[in-house]
């Protein structure tokens, strides 16, 4: 709901209170559920739609028109189905590899009607668009519902393996006990090389390996993790596994496992026996490091350890429920949790991601937002009023256009005016002459210099002249 959001961000401009808060990055997205970067490249964020198409936002250049990769002719999507999840290679700027995680339903699967697939692909010539002839298959799993299909797959900064996570093969209460099955790749935490064989090869300490038919397997006892990620500075690794009825759970894997541990389901959800409903741990159970009941959400969303530039926010785990969207930090300290961007709506939260320096992402079902002290906006532009003076916005808000004034006292020369985002990206030159001292009515249409209509959100006008500027806020509705 950004309308609710903006008003309050542009009142708490003023106070400069809290600390911290989520901003407006980019909006009119069709069903993002992810964001992700290319391993040091600082200027661009990767956004996956479910329908099929990975976008590519630019810090600079803004959501660019031609789509990444366009897989809507691949895939099968709807409810839980889609395109799910996307990682690079962690030596992308040598081979251009990346990796997809999508389903398929009543055709394109081997095993069944239904199935997951991870293919991998390689960029073009041109960094901004992947070889969508490029595509190589690495692995089905049949699926024998449409729902709980996991879907995110990452690499660990530890081993470099490619980790990819399964839902339990959907339905309710998992009724093949897949989770617990070592025949079965669903409900697992798979773990692969993808760069030791064709079409992957077995990480010799995998857990299950010679024990099982399947050597993928890492970790078991997974419902749906929706979704995981591995902590860029020590590489552990925290999974927002989606509960049954009645509990929401965070689950933790040190970087120094040896893999093989059970989460419990379906034998517990969360911390609880599901089935059997008592008796259901013999002492080889994983417990989740934090869980939360039905009475504060519904579907747990997965996040990150946070490593970006809030001091307050450092070290602390960030996580969300997408029925609600209410937000939360556990401290792995004490697995304390304090909620946090309390006095926002952020609507269903659907995924988190990370950009190069480790800033956090939210995803939500239109919308990708940054979290991010209030100031940063503010902070890209000195004030150093002397002879040039910008006047207030009106109406501010504003839906269709939005007027204001400009100053020049004697001494003004090259005058530049320009529309900037809360993250300091200039979208828009509204002026930019010699001018003389007086005054100077002008207006902006909420458009960016293509004409394309800007989302919803805080915007800066900026004013310079000299070596004189002002900066005054401005509230875009739509």
């Known amino acids: 709901m950004p309308t609710r959001f903006a008003l309050i961000a542009l009142a708490l401009l003023v106070s400069l209170a809290p600390a911290y808060e989520a901003t407006l990055l980019v909006g009119g997205l069709s ?62 700027d040598s081979n251009g590899y990346f990796y997809v995680n999508f389903t398929r339903w009543n055709s394109g699967c081997v095993a069944d009607d239904e199935c997951t697939k991870i293919f991998r692909f390689q960029v073009s010539e041109n960094p901004d668009l992947a070889d969508a002839g490029s595509a190589f298959e690495l ?3 049949a699926q024998p519902f449409g729902n709980h299909n996991g879907g995110m797959i990452a690499f660990s900064p530890v081993d470099d393996y490619l980790y990819i996570g399964m839902g339990d093969g959907g339905s309710g209460g998992d009724p093949f006990n897949n989770s617990q099955n ?60 989606v509960g049954q009825n009645a509990w ?25 026996c599901y089935d059997p409903p008592v008796d ?26 946070y490593r970006g530039s809030v001091v307050e926010l450092q070290g602390l785990y960030l996580f969300a429920d997408y029925c609600n969207g209410r937000s939360w930090a556990l401290d792995p300290g004490d697995m304390s949790v304090e909620e946090i ?22 995803v939500n079902t239109n919308s990708v937002w940054k979290v991010g002290p209030l100031s940063t906006g503010v ?18 808000p504003f839906k269709e256009r939005t007027r204001f004034k400009l100053a020049l006292d004697e001494g003004g020369s090259l005058l530049e005016v320009d529309v900037y985002t809360i993250s300091g990206r200039r979208v828009r030159n509204l002026f930019s002459d010699l001018a003389g001292a007086g005054e100077m009515n002008l207006s902006w249409d909420g458009r960016d210099d293509h004409g394309r209509a800007l989302s919803s959100g805080v915007y800066f006008l900026r004013a310079r002249s000299g070596e004189s500027s002002d900066t005054s806020p401005v509230l875009l509705i739509r």
């Open 31 to 92: 069903n993002p559920v992810f964001v992700t970067h290319v391993p040091g490249d600082s200027g661009r964020l990767f956004i996956v739609e479910q329908g099929g198409l990975i976008r590519i936002f630019g810090f600079h250049e803004g959501l660019l028109d031609d789509p990444f990769l366009d897989l809507s002719g691949l895939i099968s999507g709807g409810g839980e189905r889609g395109l799910l999840g996307m990682a690079f290679h962690p030596d992308y």
């Open 139 to 141: 692995l089905e799993i």
């Open 182 to 241: 070592d025949l079965s790749l669903l409900g697992k935490m798979l773990r692969l090389d993808v760069d030791g064989g064709l079409p992957y090869g077995i990480p010799a300490d995998n857990p299950f390996v010679g024990e099982t038919p399947r050597d993928e397997i890492w970790a078991k006892g997974l419902r749906n993790p929706w979704r995981f990620s591995f902590d860029r500075q020590n590489g552990d690794l925290w999974i927002g596994d």
């Open 248 to 272: 929401e759970e965070v689950d933790f894997q040190a970087a120094s496992s040896t893999g093989g541990e059970n989460y419990g389901w379906r034998l517990m959800e969360g911390a609880h």
């Open 280 to 305: 259901c741990d013999d002492g080889s159970l994983v417990y989740p490091v934090h869980e939360y009941s039905h009475g504060s959400g519904c579907s747990i969303t997965g996040g990150y350890l």
């Open 341 to 362: 961007f309390t006095e926002q709506s952020l609507g269903n939260i659907v995924s988190f991601g990370e950009d190069a320096h480790g800033e956090v992402y939210i």
């Open 379 to 396: 902070n890209h532009f000195p004030v150093v009023p002397s002879h040039l003076h910008l006047g207030q916005s009106a109406p501010n």
